[in-house]
C-alpha cells in the first residue's frame, strides 16, 4: 500500500499509485504483510495516466476553433516525486506551433483562459456520461 501524508498530518493510502515488485510488475499487498519485505516502489496508476489521455483528447475535440489552431491541450499527470503535500498532481499545458509544450500558467492569458475551460468542460462532460456509481473521472478535478 502507498501511503501518504495528508494536509492534516495522518497518513492515508493514496488511490492513484501502486506498488511495484522488483521485476517492475504491479503488487498488491495485504495489510497485514511483514513490515520491510517486498519492494517499496510505487508508481501512478495505470488508470489513473489513462483518465488523464482521455480528458486530454475530450478537451482537444471540444476547445474552440482558435485554440485548435494555435496548438494542442496537454493534461499530465505530474511525477510522484513533485506530488509533495499539497494536491497539485496534475498539470494543465498548452502546444503552440513551435512544438513545445508548456504550462498553462506561462502562456499568453487568452489561450490559456479557453485551454482551462475546455478540460474543465471536458471532466463535466465524461463525468456526466458515466453512472454516479461509476465515476472514473471524478478522481482528477476533486
Not at 52 to 77: D, H, L, W, Y
Not at 90 to 115: I, K, L, P, Q, S
Not at 126 to 135: K, M, T, Y
Request: net charge positive; with cysteine; hydrophobic share 40%.
Amino acid at each position: 500500500m502507498a501511503l501518504t501524508q495528508g494536509a492534516s498530518d495522518r497518513y492515508h493510502v493514496d488511490t492513484w499509485l501502486e506498488q511495484m515488485s522488483d521485476a517492475g510488475e504491479p503488487m498488491i499487498r495485504g495489510t497485514f504483510d511483514a513490515y520491510g519485505q517486498g519492494a517499496d516502489r510505487y508508481r501512478v496508476r495505470h488508470s489513473i495516466l489513462a483518465v488523464a489521455a482521455v480528458i486530454e483528447q475530450e478537451a482537444n475535440r471540444i476547445a474552440p476553433s482558435f485554440v485548435r489552431e494555435q496548438g494542442k491541450v496537454g493534461v499530465e499527470i505530474l511525477p510522484v516525486s513533485v506530488w509533495g503535500r499539497e494536491d497539485h498532481r496534475v498539470r494543465v499545458t498548452f502546444t503552440g506551433r513551435d512544438g513545445e509544450r508548456r504550462d498553462v500558467r506561462v502562456v499568453g492569458a487568452g489561450t490559456a483562459r479557453w485551454t482551462v475551460a475546455a478540460v474543465q468542460l471536458a471532466c463535466r462532460r465524461l463525468e456526466r456520461s458515466h453512472p454516479a456509481d461509476q465515476r472514473p473521472f471524478a478522481v482528477m478535478h476533486s
